[in-house]
């Protein structure tokens, strides 16, 4: 009986630290700007309640179907919800019907400071796809 009483407690803890682990914090609101890579840059605000990242812009140029240009192509993407201080999405950039890229982005936050991974894939008819990617930090100012 002592052991069906421990797993019974033991079941009680684990589900109420599973329902605890996803009531995080909002992230505080402001304007964030930063790097991706070698310096292209990255810029969006934080909403006021926190829930959501708004007026993302980033900037990347994939070098691999030739070397990356001085000028990224900015891509400008949608809100992103954020959840548990994390936020994914993706924006699609489209230069004629042969040529497009997809700019996926993930980031956390830290305090002041949001940090991630851009991830640009090309798609340019008649050749293979060309994936790339790079880490990205931004600062609240």
Do not use: Q
């Not at 009680?12 to 790097?35: D, E, F, L, R």
């Not at 708004?54 to 179907?65: K, M, Q, R």
């Amino acid at each position: 009986m002592l052991a069906a009483g421990m797993a019974t407690l033991l079941l009680i803890v684990t589900v109420g630290a599973a329902a605890g682990a996803g009531s995080g914090k909002p992230v505080k609101k402001g304007h964030y700007t930063g790097a991706v890579g070698p310096g292209w840059p990255i810029s969006f605000s934080v909403s006021s309640d926190g829930e959501k990242v708004e007026h993302l812009v980033a900037g990347f140029d994939a070098g691999c179907n030739g070397p990356a240009g001085d000028t990224p192509t900015m891509f400008h993407f949608g809100a992103l919800a954020i959840h548990n201080g994390s936020f994914s999405g993706k924006a699609l950039d489209d230069f004629g019907k042969k040529v497009s890229e997809t700019l996926r982005i993930t980031g956390s936050f830290s305090a002041r400071t949001a940090k991630g991974h851009v991830s640009d894939t090309s798609h340019i008819t008649s050749l293979p796809n060309c994936t790339e990617s790079s880490s990205f930090t931004a600062t609240a100012h």
